[in-house]
């Protein structure tokens, strides 16, 4: 069963995500779903998907910040 999620991100943000989606014309739902997938490996889109879907977490400024 599906859940929803609420995203906090600012105008130029959503727009801009927007516009990416309808390049590859998939929904926005669609690419974070993916995301989502890969980085907690739970019907993901490959191996190469979640390791790299990890080293990009790893990279950001939340998985040190908030590190317990």
Known sequence: MA????????EEQYKALQQFAGAY?????QIL???????VEIDSNGSDERE???QYFDRTYLSWMYLK
Not at 3 to 10: H, Q, S
Not at 33 to 39: K, P, Q
């Open 52 to 54: 790299f879907c990890k």
């Open 3 to 10: 859940k929803r999620l609420t995203v906090e991100i600012n």
């Open 25 to 29: 014309n998939i929904t926005i739902s």
């Open 33 to 39: 779903g993916s995301y989502v997938a890969d980085l």
